[in-house]
Nanobody, 123 residues
Framework: QVQLVESGGGLVQAGGSLRLSCVAS????????MGWFRQAPGKEREFVAA????????AYADSVRARFIISRDSARNTVALQMNDLKPEDTAVYYC????????????????WGPGTQVTVSS
């Protein structure tokens, strides 16, 4: 079982940037498609971005496309989410997710979750 831990959250003004990182332990991430999901207060958890196991395919929610970039470093067993031009509506707890499914299904979460990191964007 892989363990995931996020870092990099914080408080930022609108228009600013943050870089979230997800570090894995216990297993290599090479067999996992990795994704980021977020949950704002009073709302359901939603898909943000995903990257395939080999790093070739990526997917983004419409609300973050062209502002967020997902990447992975297999050597360091990490996944990152570069968030630019942040907006107050991006405020949420962001979760790293790993999916071992052999099928590319970017918006569906897998079984592995990190505890989350808070991102707060002030107006």
């Amino acid at each position: 079982q892989v363990q995931l831990v996020e870092s990099g959250g914080g408080l930022v003004q609108a228009g600013g940037s943050l870089r979230l990182s997800c570090v894995a332990s216990g297993r290599t991430l090479r067999n996992y498609a990795m994704g980021w999901f977020r949950q704002a207060p009073g709302k359901e958890r939603e898909f943000v971005a995903a990257i395939s196991g080999n790093g070739v395919d990526t997917a983004y929610a419409d609300s973050v496309r062209a502002r967020f970039i997902i990447s992975r470093d297999s050597a360091r067993n990490t996944v990152a989410l570069q968030m630019n031009d942040l907006k107050p509506e991006d405020t949420a707890v962001y979760y790293c997710n790993g999916d071992m499914s052999p099928f590319w299904r970017p918006t569906r979460p897998g079984e592995a979750w990190g505890p989350g990191t808070q991102v707060t964007v002030s107006s």
